[in-house]
Structure formats: structure tokens, C-alpha cells
Nanobody, 121 residues
Framework: QVQLVESGGGLVQPGGSLRLSCAASGSIFHIVAMGWYRQAPGKQRELVATANAGGATNYADSVKGRFTITRENAKKMVSLQMNSLSSEDTAVYYC???????????????WGQGTQVTVSS
């Protein structure tokens, strides 16, 4: 069993900041990548940012320069620092981990339960 537990969502005013965190636990052999996705009402889930085991990061164009993803491999954690938030960032944010539960594979995707981020005055 693998669990991803998220924290840090909430309500923030436009221009404000929030920090999301996600911790993975359970039967984990190797985490290939961890990241964040989001889903706004009426829209499909979209990638926000990912970080692989080697430290390489990938960001959606809409968040580049405003969001920073940080991964702590030893702690099996990933965080997302979100600055200069706007109403367009309002969504449910989901933590994702692509990992091997055992050495023989295959890798699988696991998801957190989601945390609401609302940007409003």
C-alpha cells in the first residue's frame, strides 16, 4: 500500500502565496518522479510541476516564474511554493508519485486525495 498525504491548501487573496506539501509512505522501492497536478471546475486535470529523482524539474508554462517545486528524496516528500497567485490558479491540487513499489516493477502512478486552493478577494 502506498499513500500520498497532502497539506497546505486554503484561501488566499490575489497576489498572495501558499505552500503545498506531500509525503509518500508505504511499500515503496523507488520513486521515479513526484509532482503536482490541478483540476479546476469544468476542466481537465493538468500538470503543474514535476521533479524527478535526479532533480530535473518541469513546469506548466502558466506557472513558470511563480511556482517552485522542491523534492526531498530521503523524506519522500515534495513541496510546491506558489507565489503571485491569481484567480486562474483556483483548483484542486493533486500530488502525484510515479514509483516502483517493488524492485521487479512495473512503475505505477499514485495520487493524493487533493487539496483545494482558492484565490479570491
Amino acid at each position: 500500500q502506498v499513500q500520498l498525504v497532502e497539506s497546505g491548501g486554503g484561501l488566499v487573496q490575489p497576489g498572495g502565496s501558499l505552500r503545498l506539501s506531500c509525503a509518500a509512505s508505504g511499500s515503496i522501492f523507488h520513486i521515479v518522479a513526484m509532482g503536482w497536478y490541478r483540476q479546476a471546475p469544468g476542466k481537465q486535470r493538468e500538470l503543474v510541476a514535476t521533479a524527478n529523482a535526479g532533480g530535473a524539474t518541469n513546469y506548466a508554462d502558466s506557472v513558470k516564474g511563480r511556482f517552485t517545486i522542491t523534492r526531498e528524496n530521503a523524506k519522500k516528500m515534495v513541496s510546491l511554493q506558489m507565489n503571485s497567485l491569481s484567480s486562474e490558479d483556483t483548483a484542486v491540487y493533486y500530488c502525484n508519485a510515479r514509483l516502483y513499489a517493488r524492485a521487479s516493477g512495473p512503475f505505477e502512478d499514485y495520487w493524493g486525495q487533493g487539496t483545494q486552493v482558492t484565490v479570491s478577494s
